[in-house]
């Protein structure tokens, strides 16, 4: 593709489009996991954590034809990802020492690149597609990407100290993604379809896993925050 020419600059847009669309999990992400740091911190892990992610997901950008071999890769990393979803609300009970949102700012930066290389993967293959093997729009995307989801970030974790039901939002919105993760997995195309062709029976089978995804992340994360201050309670 000739840098500067229509074709190019059609598939820089595309590219910008994706990041917009799919950016929003990430900064999600970055912001429940930095709500619990000290004020000093937040904004230290929102960018590095945002740096971190990108490094990582560069490297699945530079691999992706060989990500694109592995099988089961998108149902690992949606089952993945619906744990992170869960002990991002799990973690408010009290438990915060192992967890994504521990008070560490280490802590938090393990959670962030780790959630952001899971829900990458659809960002990767389609920043990937886009650029149709040119590079330099690869590398321009991602480098788009980071502005992106720090503003983002910011923005969340603003709303998420004025309005705490936001993380419950947050950890339902990443369930949907993890659940959309499975959905296109490969290996389960006769069970779910494809975006472009699916069968009522195929479609209803998705949308069920979808609210079946989001309802036992916040009924986990509700039991876990209950159990421990039950626990607190009892230990007083």
Known sequence: MEFMSAPWWSALLAIVLIDLVLAG?????????????????K??????????????????TLGVVWLLKIPGLMLVGGLGLLWIAYKLLADQGGDEHDGPSATTFWGAMKTIIVADALMGVDNVLGVAGAAHGAMDLVIIGLLISVPI???????????????????????????????????HEPWLVNVFGTDSGATDVQSMTRWALYALAIAAVLGAGWWSQKRAATTELSAH
Not at 25 to 41: E, K, Q, Y
Not at 43 to 59: D, E, F, L
């Open 149 to 183: 989801v720090v503003f983002g970030s910011n923005v969340v974790l603003k709303l998420v100290e004025r309005f705490p039901v936001i993380i419950q939002l947050g950890a339902a919105v990443l369930a949907f993604t993890a659940a959309k993760m499975v959905v």
């Open 43 to 60: 904004q230290k892990a929102i960018v590095w954590g945002t740096v971190g992610a990108i490094v990582v997901r560069s490297a699945m």
């Open 25 to 41: 999990d990430n900064a999600i992400v970055i912001a429940l996991a930095a709500r619990n740091l000290p004020p000093a911190l």
